[in-house]
């Protein structure tokens, strides 16, 4: 998940970083009485999930509050790099003497956590990395030590940069190392990490992303992951099923997330194009089955559904009675292809094969399955 700008700031705060004052306005006149609040001069950004939002006009710094309500009034409402601005956040504007770069970021291929540091910020990371690979500091540090400020202050000193205090960057990293490892962070990035006139540092931008499976031991977070949910990713959870929101027209839903990708693949080897994909995992019971078929053929737009379900010791007929009671509650003629194998699979074959729309495939090979399905919606 990625944590809104807002809320990030919050969170790095907490662990000593400093952030500029200021809040989340929802309406023009809400924007300039948090910028009268902050003395006036102040800077509104569009609260969007993406980067680049200074090039494309979302970051305005105004000189006065009324300079703010026409800012937020531009923004609010509005679309910006394809999202929908329903919220800025209002700051105290920073007199900024230079603009740093400062990144922690889990290393998927080495396992290490990578520190970085550019000391050409401001701009967008990755045109800084293509220009010039050694704009670039990169240090990388085992997950779960400690880091001593002494070890970065020597790395950083590598970099032949004056008028930059590197104690006091070195202490700002060290402590962005802590906040990301207690926040279990994908990634925090400082974009610009602010020299401001009086010579502290600044976190000027903060994107923070998060591991979706450490968010049971982050209170603050788990609330606001709930609410980054769509209500159908919500229901799926509380079913107990993954879901992956694609967009085709072919609804999937398989037992474990291997013979789920194997039917995505042969779907699209058939030219078909599979709309949402749903693991039920290995608890196969009638409630679960029934709900993950009635979520999965919710929008109208999915035309058909494959299900492919190998049940081992589960009792399938539990299954084809989800699959039945979720009939019952599914709109349209749409044709809905089975693979049902593993305890009892002979008494839910028969009990499927009476309903009208489903088709029971009664051999091993998906490719079966598929097949069936391309035949029955060309
Ligand atoms: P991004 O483009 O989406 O990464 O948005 P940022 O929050 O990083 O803002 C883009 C740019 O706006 C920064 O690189 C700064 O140059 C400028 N900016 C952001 N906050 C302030 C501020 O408080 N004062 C001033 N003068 N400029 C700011
Ligand atoms: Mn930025």
Redesign the pocket.
């Known amino acids: 998940m990625i944590v809104p ?1 807002d809320q990030a700031k919050r969170l790095v705060a907490r662990c000593g970083l400093q952030t ?1 004052p200021g809040r989340v306005a929802q309406m023009p006149d809400e924007a300039a009485a948090i910028a009268h609040e902050l003395g006036g001069v102040s ?1 509104v ?1 569009a609260l969007i999930p ?7 006009g ?2 305005k ?1 105004c000189g006065s509050v009324e300079a703010v309500r026409d800012a937020a009034r531009a923004l609010l409402g509005h679309e910006l790099l394809g999202h929908p601005v329903t919220r800025v956040l209002v ?6 003497a230079q ?1 740093i770069y400062a990144g922690v970021v889990a290393n998927s291929a080495t396992g290490m956590i990578d520190l970085m540091v550019s000391f050409s ?3 967008e990371i990755e045109s800084t990395a293509q220009h010039d690979r050694k704009a670039i500091l990169r240090m990388a540090v085992e997950p779960g030590s400690v880091l001593p400020v002494h070890r970065v202050y020597s790395w950083l000193r590598q970099a032949n940069v004056e008028r930059v205090d590197l104690a006091a960057l070195a202490d700002v990293l060290v402590k962005l190392y802590r906040a990301s490892a207690d926040l279990d962070a994908i990634l925090l990035e400082i ?2 990490l ?1 020299i401001i006139q009086d010579g502290s540092l600044v976190l ?2 903060c ?1 923070l992303e998060v591991d979706d499976n450490g968010l049971i031991r982050q209170p603050g977070l788990a609330e606001l992951y709930q609410a980054s949910l769509s209500p159908r990713e919500r229901r799926a959870r509380e079913l107990g099923v993954s879901f992956v929101p694609l967009d085709g027209d072919i609804g999937v839903i398989a037992s474990g997330a291997g013979l789920g990708m194997a039917t995505l693949d042969l779907l699209k080897q058939k030219g078909l194009s599979p709309a949402d994909f749903l693991d039920t995992g290995g608890g196969i019971s009638e409630p679960l089955v029934k709900g993950a078929l009635e979520l999965i053929m919710e929008p109208q737009e999915v035309r058909a559904a494959i299900i492919n379900l190998y049940g081992g010791i589960n009792r399938m007929l539990e299954a084809s009675k989800g699959i039945v009671a979720a009939l019952k509650n599914i709109r349209g003629n749409r044709p809905i292809v089975i693979k049902i194998l593993g305890n009892q699979q002979e008494e839910a074959w028969a009990m499927l094969e009476r309903e009208p729309n489903v088709h029971v495939i009664r051999v091993v090979q998906t490719e079966a399955a598929v097949a069936k399905l391309a035949e029955l919606v060309k």
């Not at 993406?50 to 494309?56: D, I, P």
């Not at 700051?91 to 900024?96: L, S, V």
């Open positions: 700008e500029p800077v950004k993406v980067g680049g939002r200074g090039k494309a979302g970051v710094v700051e105290k504007a920073m007199p900024i603009e910020g401001g701009v974009n610009p602010a000027l931008d994107k």
